[in-house]
């Protein structure tokens, strides 16, 4: 099984609806992160987490949200999609000392109509 | 804030000729310094890392990177391409012990190997 899952792979959606991209990991980590890439951008950071109780804005917040249910989940959530929300999305989890840089997820394709 | 620019989106090469994609950083400290590979339709795999020790860095599928503080680079090389390495490749830099990990990416270089 893979240490990092993301649900779900695929989503299209409309103008205004509410999503939520989910992520759950096995490797034990305390810190987990939601990416954004777009083509010619590279990944930016959209939120990360330290523990369930330490959440923190990354360079692109705006317009979206997490919930940190567990050490092994972290939620990616958008109250009202716009079309340039239209990107893949990248959760990742890191320890506690970075050696590793992040373990990335596969990848959530969302397309805002 | 750190920082990172990979100089080319797109590189062409021959198969079996030297790949060499660029990556300048910036850092108020030392760094962490990380090259990701992505697959068409797949998520980041990490080929290397610099985390202060040796500054000539091995990684996976013959891939090899250099520290150079001097410049601020971290050029990443393969002597010879092969058809399997048409990829994207992210260099991406990271605060050390005492930060937060969040990583910075570079744009990417979108690798094509031409027969």
């Known amino acids: 099984d893979a240490d990092v899952t993301q649900t779900p792979r695929n989503r299209i959606t409309k103008t205004g609806k509410r999503i939520m991209l989910e992520c759950s990991q096995t490797k034990g980590h305390d810190r987990m992160y939601w990416y954004r890439q777009d083509p010619g951008l590279g990944l930016r950071l959209i939120y990360y987490s330290f523990d369930v109780k330490d959440i923190n804005k990354g360079e692109i917040s705006d317009g979206y949200s997490v919930s940190r249910q567990a050490q092994a989940k972290f939620s990616l959530s958008l109250e009202s999609a716009i079309p340039n929300q239209t990107a893949l999305y990248f959760c990742a989890t890191s320890d506690s000392l970075g050696v590793n840089g992040g373990y990335f997820g596969p990848g959530t394709r969302l397309t805002v109509l | 804030a750190q920082s990172v620019t990979q100089l080319g989106s797109h590189v062409s090469v021959s198969e079996g000729a030297l790949v060499l994609l660029r990556c300048n950083y910036s850092s108020s400290v030392p760094p962490y310094l990380f090259w990701y590979v992505q697959y068409p339709n797949q998520g980041l795999q990490l080929l290397l890392k610099y985390t202060s020790a040796a500054t000539l860095v091995k990684g996976i599928n013959g891939f090899e990177a250099e520290f150079k503080k001097s410049e601020t680079s971290f050029h990443l090389t393969k002597p010879s391409a092969h058809m399997s390495d048409a990829a994207e490749y992210f260099c991406?830099?990271?605060?050390?012990?005492?930060?937060?990990?969040?990583?910075?990416f570079g744009a990417g270089t979108t690798v094509t190997v031409r027969a």
């Open positions: 991406a830099v990271s605060v050390p012990p005492g930060g937060d990990y969040k990583l910075s």
